[in-house]
């Protein structure tokens, strides 16, 4: 049995089925359909039993499948003789195609020699039947989902082993891999592949041994398998089929050919073994392949189309494989029955399926919710297909898409700019102290509390747009998806934008010649718009950029590289020194990113970087010049890869994500949270990783969509990044004396892009060397390094209230006192009466005391007055002279007395009050 051919990674997607039961699913399907699958839990997950047909024709054991990549309901089985469809999910099975039982001309094979070996279904929907028949590969096809059938199998040659039939992404391209002999040991293979991009209208037949370079005749191996990518140039059967690349499993390894199997080349893939089978996700991210090795359990794995390599032992010898979301997002089925998925980030693989009957041949879809189908083919009874699809839980809804603007089918998909938003002030960084004045006396101190604002840091983007022949169907897109990221980051974000656009060098068969004669309008790099604020200006720059639609035909899309080059660096490159060229870049078309901003380029293509080693003789900058230029000068880089699987545009080379994801990780620009980016709820960017999104393009046809989906992808990358550095508040001059610290001494990891507002205690003091100062402290809030904000303080550390000095009292001098004159011995006073009542007995020790006392006691009254008069006065005197005021013990106290002349007053006034005092003690004791 031949597994179904693998769908593209990034739309064929399934990886948000792998978490959750799919309940919710089945209830769904009872109302929609009128019936009830069944369910079963394996290995911790549920899936759905979708059920198999009852066939009129042969056995009823189940040997191929398919489902419609965009219509999953839409199933297909077959039991190798005849092929049942539901439109259902399997409530309804009918046959739509049997092997005849007798030959007729429509179909000259029976029963008897042709079996259907596998059944696949295109993007669009046609149906491709292979038989293998003993006289040739059967190929029937039908347009209408298998309502009618038609061969296409004429010219196409015998084969004696089972033929292989590979689809190409691009509508009616398919190639038929038979083997027209035996394979002998030692002999060249006679394979041959036999091409049609008529949908088997022709046949060109390829012998493969003449795309080889033939040194002996074992140099050809044997093919096992072939896939094949998208054509690249349409037109001519002939020239479509050369486009298209070509990948064989071979006895001897992987092979590729880029020209439709005219040359082959092998592929490092590290392998001692043959080659069993070969899976190709030619809509996703740069092209995955895996390569199932023969007779060992490991899967080789490439993100990039073989250019590197990933070696993953798988839990048993792996049977098929099919690709989900997120880069090298694997699921796999072995030959033991049971189904895993490899997560992307570990390499490690987690049980999908391990109980029960085996699963065989592992499928995906390509709907905006991704389903993974399995089938039970046993060859008995009770063979089914089984159905895991996502449920979607606590998640937001998918951003509606904007509808078009009536005159956008008109042309230009934007006829008139979108009106901006108002601009929305975000302030600037303050520091403020809760005082400006702070007084000390010396040797106290004072903590202050500051409080600090930091508005957003400015975030710079540069939108670099592919306008080349691939953004036929992103043109509109891509400038909607701009003003969706200025209208919503603008909103959270201090966002400064500008645009510029890319094409690329040209070649061709003349390209020196064509360097100076361009087509009209081409270009290699523009600036549209320099980095500025987001207003209307910005809004009408985006109206005005211009694809290949408006401006002739851009020589390419591979100008990346240089473009990123030049919105760093402005060097400029001229094509000759001595001739003028159109695809000449002048100096200075920098982004003009602000050195206080976060600088981020945003580059958004559908093609790959030209480099000199990929075109030989390519003017533009390399991978090693810009990853350079990205590193010195800070500029941040993401990229977002435009998945044209969808359209004519898909690219035939390997794609651009895995460059994107070169220069993310060079500009060290990566996520800081996990990121969905096309709301399918699978994680694309996990934490740690590149941020580079993939925009699924809209499909054919839809050349003016105004899905913001683009925008919404972008929006969530820039938001999710973050520039932290340590924030800290002190004296502008280190080391002012005046302050003494700081609490906290710094927030170390302060996330700058969402500003921020922070608090500090400085605390501030008066030291002996700054008594009797003022000095002015200016606070400087520092982001790093730099200086982002300041404010004064005035710090005042006055002397001690001096006391005024105290001019001590004039003391009048002293009165003389003259010496008294001796008394003589008075005798008995004649005035004086006699005693009438003399003492009797009187006290001999006052005998003395009873003397006559003459002149009314002058000389002892006078010596008692002049006693406390001195001892006042030797008092002042000795507190002047030691610099104290008088009747005063400190000198940090007030005097309570008087100074001045009021002071000399008051001393004369308590002279005389002590003289006077001290006459009435006397008179007293008399």
Known sequence: MTPSRPVGRRVSTLGVALVVAAASLVAQAVADNGCTPASVGRSGTTWTRVGAPAFAHGTQ??????????????????????????????????????????????????TLTATVLSVQVSDEGSVYLLLDDATQPRVVVSIDAGETWT????????????????????????????????????????????????????????PVAAGFALGAPTDVPAFN?????????????????LSVPLWAATERGLYQSGNGGQAW????????????????????????IAVIERGAPRVFLSPDTGDSWNVVDSPAQVEAVAFGRGGLNVFASTVAGQVFQLDARTLAWKALWRDGPAMRSVVTTRTETPELFGCTCEGRAGDAIWRRTAAKIATPPRTPVLPAPPAAQAGGCMPESAKAPPRKDWGTATVRPAEDLVQLR????????????????????????????????????????????????????????????????????????????????????N?????????????????????????????????????????????????????????????????????DSVPVIVLMTGQRFSTVDRRPGYLGADFATTE???????????????????????????????????LAKASGTLSTRDID????????IHRGDPLVCDYIAPAEGQFESSDPMLGVEITRMLASLENRAAVTVGPLTPGDPAVVDVAPRAYPSVELLRGADLGYGVTFRCGLAMTGQTRTVTLAARVGARVVATADVTVTCPLPVPVPPRIAAALPPLPQVPAPNPVPHPGPNPGQAPNPAPNPAPNPAQAPQAQSQPVSNAVPVAQQEREPQLAFARAANELQHNGEHPMSALRERRSRFPTGPAGALFAMCLVAATGYASRCLSRSRR
């Open 61 to 110: 054991r189940i040997v191929g499948y398919a489902v419609d990549p965009q219509v999953p309901e839409r199933l297909y089985a077959t039991n190798g003789v005849a092929l049942a469809r539901t439109l259902d999910s399997g409530c309804h099975w009918a046959e739509t195609f049997a092997v005849p039982a007798t030959p007729t001309p429509a179909r000259p094979y029976t």
């Open 151 to 206: 061969s296409i199998d004429h010219g196409i040659g015998p084969s004696t082993r089972p033929p292989r039939l590979a689809l190409s992404p691009t509508e009616g391209t398919l190639f038929v891999l038979t083997h027209p002999a035996p394979a002998v040991a030692g002999l060249p293979s006679t394979d041959v592949i036999y091409a049609s991009a008529d949908t088997g209208v022709t046949w060109e037949p390829l």
């Open 225 to 241: 398998d072939l896939v094949a990518g998208p054509a690249f140039a349409l037109g001519s059967p002939a020239l479509q089929v």
């Open 265 to 288: 080349r092998p592929l490092s893939v590290a392998t001692p073994n043959a080659v069993a089978g070969v899976q190709l996700s030619v809509a996703g991210t740069a092209s995955e």
């Open 442 to 525: 010396p040797g106290m101190r004072k903590t202050m509390p500051v409080a600090l604002h930091l508005p957003p840091q400015r975030l710079d983007v540069y939108f670099l747009a592919d306008m080349g022949p691939r953004s036929l169907f992103t043109y509109c897109p891509t400038k909607h998806g701009q003003v969706y990221v200025a209208r919503e980051l603008g909103k959270i974000r201090n966002l400064r934008a500008g645009l510029g656009e890319f094409g690329d060098y040209p070649s061709g068969t003349n390209p020196q010649e064509s360097l100076f004669v361009p087509l009209s309008g081409d270009f290699v790099y």
């Open 527 to 595: 600036r549209e718009r320099r980095i500025g604020p987001v207003d209307q200006t910005f809004y009408d720059a985006v109206r005005r950029q211009r694809n290949i639609n408006q401006n002739g035909a851009p020589s390419g899309d591979g100008g990346g590289l240089e473009a990123t080059f030049q919105a760093v660096t402005g060097l400029g490159r001229l094509v000759a020194e001595d001739k003028r060229s159109p695809y000449d870049i002048a100096a200075g078309l920098t982004g003009g990113f602000a050195p």
């Open 628 to 662: 350079l230029a990205l590193k010195r000068s800070g500029v941040r880089f993401l990229g977002v890869w435009l998945d044209n699987a969808r359209n004519k545009e898909a690219a035939v080379e390997p794609g651009g994500h895995a460059d994107l994801v070169r």
């Open 677 to 684: 980016c096309q709301d399918d709820e699978f994680v694309d």
